[in-house]
């Protein structure tokens, strides 16, 4: 995470990374019924990770 957040939202320093993060993100949310498709879930947490709101969620979630 440190690293798509110090590359920017989308993580502009390693596309490869957020690429990854996208799919396992977009698997979780799918797999924990937030989407109703793996394919929705992966545009959902693609649409996090461009408004680099990953790191703020994160944080919220640990905090619970």
Known sequence: VGRLRAGGPAGDR??????????????????????????????RARDVLRAGDALRLLEQIRLK
Do not use: K, M, R, T
Request: glycine letters at 16%; zero cysteines.
């Open 14 to 43: 390693d596309p490869e990374g957020a690429s990854a993060v996208g799919l396992n993100a977009g698997a979780a949310i799918y797999v924990g019924a937030a989407a109703s498709s793996y394919q929705e879930g992966v545009e």
